[in-house]
């Protein structure tokens, strides 16, 4: 069984049975029943697999262990800019 990360009435985990051409059936607890929901609306919701949310969130958590700040300066009005993801993970493979 495959789990994903997913904006279904919120940020969610959900493990699919199957994903089809015209239907994708889920559920969001182990003990729940499978839902089904078209695969447009699936492709519009799914954000990525859980392996890849896990990753980023690994990656973070080293550049934040070692003193890696996740912003920089810049010259707009408020003077801090988020970096992003890939800088961030660039930044952590140079480190280790």
């Known amino acids: 069984m495959n789990k994903y990360w997913v904006y279904i ?3 969610r985990v959900v ?3 199957s994903i089809g051409y015209k239907w994708v059936f889920y559920r969001t607890t182990e003990y729940s029943r499978y839902k089904r929901i078209k695969r447009s609306e699936w492709n519009k919701c799914c954000i990525s697999t859980l392996e890849q ?3 980023k969130i690994n ?3 080293k550049a934040l262990d070692n003193d890696i700040s996740l912003t920089t300066k810049s010259r707009n ?3 801090w800019k988020n970096k992003s993801f890939d800088q961030i993970e660039s930044e ?3 480190i280790l």
């Open 15 to 17: 493990e699919t049975r």
């Open 92 to 94: 952590v493979t140079e």
């Open 77 to 79: 009005k408020f003077g």
């Open 9 to 11: 009435n919120g940020y």
């Open 59 to 61: 990656i973070i958590n």
């Open 53 to 55: 949310i896990q990753n």
